[in-house]
């Protein structure tokens, strides 16, 4: 049953304090839409607020590949002292006496005379990756995701409630019951457990806002398009679920840690997946590309520009994998309590070199455990290819991950087999784990399979030999330690932005 309600997009989604912002609405019955924009940080900040005449329109059939196409409804002009940030934009409709409401997002970039010194890419790219606005997204077979359409329901705002994580809080739930069961209730897209603002970034960004951090913002694609923007900062963020990089956007960021630059991936499955971003308007990207299981369909697949395939970073066709910048890769992680995988996990990880700085004021010694009570590792993980040297976990190379990389901690994680999957493959489709075997080893026979079964998440750190530092928490679900949840996640946390920013 369709319900009358009110959608819409924000375009550009990255600007500048002063410039124009497009709002691209559309409005059952063409009433009159409410907005109010909000800068969303340790505090709330209403900015603007009017009602706009809008009208309403369909929802083209190929709105998930090409867009929604919309004229603007309203222009704005931001206002010179916005701060840099994530902006929400909250449209209201009145339907017969009943409130109906969505929301749409933009970022405002920092200018050059910002005076902080950190700065978080949202990973926008992965929200798009699973934005099932329109019907298709990139796991159910889209191969094009558009940025200029709305996002469905649940990735830019989720109620509170029991099952809100992806992650399993209270084991054993191998089938994800209160999880499924809160995305039905509230009618979310069934992908928004995975994806969006609410998850990982808003919470970790109100936590250090609140904690006396001042923290530009842009997009993943700002890495791409407004490549000079991240040299102008000590420490570069990620947080939470950041799985879709472009070529650029690594270039950007591994250039700044050749120059020294520091860099924290407080993320898991981070740059699993290489995408390339197209359909320039007005020198911005509308649509992200990525083929994915498809590859041989990729145009680039068996020609020249090879290394551009949109295929896992880790693919020994591209010859590029995402250790080389993070130190660590979901080829060699998996998940931690989520379904049948690691289903009764601590939640947390086993330290082996609690004297490194980072650990500092926590009294944390060897073989404690650490981040339990918030479940901070959870959901997606990443691990690198390692061995045993008197007792402690050390990095082979063999996979990419650099030579001074410190494997500091670790949890178990696995990758779904064909048994254990949440969503199990088709009998003609080969399973997850035997996916990755075959594109990283070229092979997936069973002893190809047996040697990436045995994940972990691993919290680790590296220098560069330009004295960049770069830190990676190995999962999706370090900012869930944060706001009292943790205090040795809060303290290590401190610890890094402190020392890096």
Same mark, same amino acid.
């Given at each position: 049953m369709k319900i009358d309600t009110v959608t819409g997009y924000c375009w550009p989604q990255s600007i500048l304090p002063g410039a124009l912002l497009g709002l691209h609405l559309s409005s059952a019955g063409g009433r009159p839409v409410s907005v109010e924009i909000t800068r969303v940080g340790a505090a709330r900040t209403v900015v603007w607020s009017d009602t706009v005449e809008a009208e309403e329109h369909p929802t083209p059939l190929d709105a998930d590949s090409n867009g929604c196409g919309w004229p603007a409804t309203a222009s704005i002009t931001a206002?010179?002292?916005?701060?840099?940030?994530? /902006?929400?934009?909250?449209l209201t409709i009145d339907v017969d006496g009943k409130t109906r409401q969505s929301? @749409?997002?933009?970022?405002?970039r920092p200018t050059a005379d910002s005076t902080n010194t950190i700065l978080l890419q949202l990973a926008?790219?992965?929200?798009? @990756?699973?934005?099932?606005? @329109?019907?298709?997204?990139? /796991?159910?077979?889209n191969t094009h995701a558009s940025l200029q359409r709305p996002m469905a329901r649940g990735y830019l705002f989720k109620p509170p409630g029991a099952g809100r994580r992806v992650t399993t809080t209270n084991p054993p739930d191998r089938d994800m019951n209160a999880h499924v069961g809160y995305l039905r209730m509230n009618h979310l897209s069934a992908w928004a457990g995975s994806a969006g603002w609410p998850d990982w970034e808003e919470p970790f960004l109100a936590w250090a806002e609140r904690n006396g951090y001042g923290i530009d913002v842009i997009t993943n694609t700002d890495l791409e398009e407004h490549p000079t923007t991240i040299d102008r900062?000590?420490?570069?963020?990620?947080?939470?679920?950041?799985? /879709?990089?472009?070529? *650029?956007?690594?270039?950007?960021?591994?250039?700044f840690v050749a120059r020294g630059g520091n860099v924290v991936f407080f993320s898991g499955n981070t740059a699993l997946w290489q995408v390339r971003m197209e359909g320039q308007i007005d020198?911005?990207?509308s649509v992200m590309v990525s083929y994915k299981g498809q590859f041989k369909k990729d145009p680039v697949y068996d020609t020249d520009r090879i290394g551009e395939l949109t295929s896992i970073w880790s693919d020994h066709l591209i010859g590029r994998p995402e250790n080389r910048m993070t130190g660590v890769s979901f080829t060699r992680g998996g998940y931690h309590r989520i379904g049948k995988r690691v289903t009764n996990g601590a939640g947390g990880y086993t330290v082996y070199r609690p004297d490194h700085w980072m650990f500092a004021s926590t009294a944390i010694d060897y073989g404690d455990v650490l981040g339990t009570s918030a479940t901070t590792v959870g959901y997606e993980c990443d691990g690198c290819e390692y061995t045993i040297a008197d007792g402690l976990p050390e990095p082979t190379g063999s996979d990419g991950t650099p030579e001074t990389f410190e494997i500091l901690a670790m949890a178990p994680a696995a990758h779904f087999t064909r048994a254990t999957a949440a969503r199990p493959p088709k009998p003609n489709e080969p399973s997850e784990i035997e996916f990755l075997a075959s594109r990283v080893f070229d092979d997936r026979s069973d002893a190809a399979v047996k040697r990436i079964a045995a994940g972990q998440a691993m919290l680790g750190s590296y220098t560069s *030999?330009?004295?960049g530092t770069v830190i990676t928490s190995g999962s999706t679900d370090w900012a869930h330690g944060l706001a009292g949840r943790d205090t040795h996640i809060e303290q290590i946390t401190a610890n890094i932005l402190d020392r890096l920013g």
């Open positions: 206002g010179n002292d916005w701060l840099s940030g994530y /902006y929400e934009v909250l929301h @749409a997002f933009f970022v405002v926008t790219n992965t929200w798009h @990756a699973y934005n099932d606005f @329109a019907g298709r997204n990139l /796991y159910n077979g900062y000590r420490l570069l963020l990620s947080v939470g679920h950041d799985e /879709y990089w472009s070529g *650029p956007m690594r270039d950007t960021v591994e250039g020198g911005t990207a *030999p330009g004295g």
